[in-house]
Nanobody, 114 residues
Framework: QVHLVESGGGLVQAGGSLRLSCAFS????????MGWYRQGPGTQRELVAS???????TYTDSVKGRFTISRDNAKKTVYLQMNSLKPEDTAVYYC????????WGQGTQVTVSS
């Protein structure tokens, strides 16, 4: 079974930056589309960024130009570089594959203060 461990969250001021990491244990990581999801207070979980096996990335409109997803297949890790953070980015951030079918990890809390 795939095991996902998110890390790197924290409390930052608006305009600050964080880099999230997602460690993947399992097989065939390099062939999978991976994504970052988030769920804020009173919101549904949403996909914010994804990256496919060829390195092509996609982002939800609200984070375009501010967030960058990347992957290191040798480390079986996916990253989310978050810059110019806004209070509305406050959420628990999770990683998963592109369809959210793996068992969800605990996530990592990102809190952006104004």
């Amino acid at each position: 079974q795939v095991h996902l461990v998110e890390s790197g969250g924290g409390l930052v001021q608006a305009g600050g930056s964080l880099r999230l990491s997602c460690a993947f244990s399992g097989t065939l990581f390099s062939l999978k589309t991976m994504g970052w999801y988030r769920q804020g207070p009173g919101t549904q979980r949403e996909l914010v960024a994804s990256i496919n096996s060829g390195g092509a990335a996609t982002y939800t409109d609200s984070v375009k130009g501010r967030f960058t997803i990347s992957r290191d297949n040798a480390k079986k890790t996916v990253y989310l570089q978050m810059n110019s953070l806004k209070p509305e980015d406050t959420a628990v951030y999770y990683c998963n594959n592109g369809i959210g079918s793996y068992t969800w990890g605990q996530g990592t809390q990102v809190t952006v203060s104004s």
